[in-house]
Each structure stands twice: as structure tokens, then as C-alpha cells.
């Protein structure tokens, strides 16, 4: 493939979806440290999610300061969080 005359906008999209997934390593730490910290706190992520009490498993991933919009499910494994955006996404599973 030959290299484009202008590597800046070839480039453009996949550097801005670098450095959007990047902040996304900031809100991963808070929560995965939040979790980490707390015993109570990740006792109640996996009661919860034992329930299938989806509804009190956002909340309390929220209540990590999570401030992007997320998704998570669950597994007897596990629980799967993957905080989203336009440009790009970043996951992160947990086993119980």
C-alpha cells in the first residue's frame, strides 16, 4: 500500500481514538481501585450481580465515579465492564 501524501489526516482517526481511549485508563483505575479497596463494597457488586439485580450493579459501578457510559454483565465466572465512547472502548473482566 503506498504511503498517503498526507499522513495527518490519514492518520487523523485512529490518533483521535487513541488519546480518547486513553482517558479511559483514568476511569478503569478509580473503579478497579475502588473495588480493590473496599471488601463490603465489592461483596455488594457480586451479591448483586449473583440477583441479577443488573439495576444495583450500575448503580454501584457508578458509584465509582465512573462517569462514562458503561455497560456490564455477568457471568458465574465472573463480571465483564466496558466503559464506552464514540471513538473507541475499553474493557476489563474480573473473575470472582
Same mark, same amino acid.
Do not use: C
Given at each position: 500500500?503506498?504511503?498517503? &501524501?498526507?499522513?495527518?489526516?490519514?492518520? /487523523? #482517526?485512529?490518533?483521535?481514538? /487513541?488519546?480518547?481511549?486513553?482517558? %479511559?485508563?483514568?476511569?478503569?483505575?478509580?473503579? &478497579? *481501585? *475502588? !473495588?480493590?479497596?473496599?471488601?463490603?463494597? *465489592?461483596?455488594?457488586?457480586?451479591?448483586?450481580?449473583? %440477583?441479577?439485580?443488573?439495576?444495583?450493579?450500575?448503580? &454501584?459501578?457508578?458509584?465509582? #465515579? &465512573? *462517569?462514562?457510559?458503561?455497560?456490564? /454483565?455477568? $457471568?458465574?465466572? #465472573?463480571? $465483564?465492564? %466496558? !466503559? %464506552?465512547?464514540?471513538? #473507541?472502548?475499553?474493557?476489563?473482566?474480573?473473575?470472582?
Amino acid at each position: 500500500m503506498p504511503v498517503p &501524501l498526507n499522513v495527518q489526516i490519514y492518520t /487523523s #482517526g485512529v490518533r483521535a481514538s /487513541s488519546y480518547e481511549v486513553q482517558s %479511559l485508563f483514568g476511569e478503569m483505575q478509580k473503579m &478497579l *481501585a *475502588a !473495588i480493590s479497596a473496599s471488601p463490603p463494597y *465489592a461483596f455488594q457488586i457480586r451479591k448483586h450481580a449473583e %440477583l441479577s439485580n443488573m439495576k444495583e450493579v450500575r448503580r &454501584l459501578i457508578r458509584q465509582s #465515579g &465512573l *462517569a462514562s457510559p458503561f455497560e456490564v /454483565s455477568y $457471568t458465574p465466572d #465472573g463480571i $465483564t465492564i %466496558l !466503559i %464506552l465512547r464514540p471513538r #473507541g472502548s475499553l474493557s476489563v473482566f474480573l473473575k470472582w
